[in-house]
């Protein structure tokens, strides 16, 4: 690999990057959306071409790993979008009582269980996508036994925070797998 061309070229090719294409005015819903999609892309992006290797750790004693970070987004998506602002009663995916870390610590290579990881995390995207787009505002709220209240604005907002920070663990972490680097 030279140092000549963009680190983005790695994972987008030599073509715009497919991500950061929304509008850089306008609605404050369209803008939050794209931003979130923005950023799950990128977890995707960081992931792609990678299977049993999806699992691989970061360094001693830390469990962290791109399959881990999946099912942490997983269920981070269930839990604000389905727990905390649709109000329903299901349980986390990924994590337990007595189990907190069950999403990096359970996180196996074979190709079941990053099929399973991939198909919960994208179903859960999707229900968060379905529960924006129906809701008639962005001040619909819900209540979290964390933050208390919270709205959809702040939920969008936390996300958008939340994915941005596991994709710079994501670089490294893929950085480490194949010495793929980007943005």
């Known amino acids: 690999m ?7 070229e790695i994972f987008t090719g030599t073509g715009p990057d497919p991500r950061f294409s929304g509008s850089g005015t ?3 819903r369209r803008m ?11 977890l995707e992006m960081k992931c792609a071409g990678l299977s049993g290797e999806l699992a691989q750790r970061s360094v001693e004693p830390s469990t962290l790993s791109l399959l881990g970070l999946i099912r942490h987004l997983a269920d981070v ?3 604000w979008f389905r727990q905390v602002l649709a109000a329903q009663d ?11 870390d069950g999403d990096f610590d359970a996180a196996a290579s074979d190709s079941e269980s990053v099929a399973a990881s991939w198909a919960a995390w994208r179903a859960e995207v999707a229900f968060a996508d379905r529960l924006v787009r129906h809701a008639p505002h962005l001040d619909i709220e ?5 933050r208390g209240r919270v709205s959809l604005r702040w939920v969008l907002i936390h996300m958008v925070e939340e994915y941005a920070r596991h ?3 994501a670089d490294l972490l893929r950085e480490r ?3 793929a680097r980007g943005l």
């Open 90 to 100: 299901v349980p986390l995916l990924f994590c337990a009582e007595g189990n907190a």
């Open 32 to 42: 939050l959306v794209d931003f979130l999609r923005d950023q799950r892309a990128t």
């Open 167 to 169: 994709n710079g663990h």
């Open 142 to 146: 819900g209540y979290d036994s964390w």
């Open 2 to 8: 030279t140092s000549s061309g963009r680190r983005a």
């Open 77 to 79: 998506e269930r839990r």
């Open 26 to 28: 306008g609605d404050e």
């Open 177 to 179: 797998i194949d010495g």
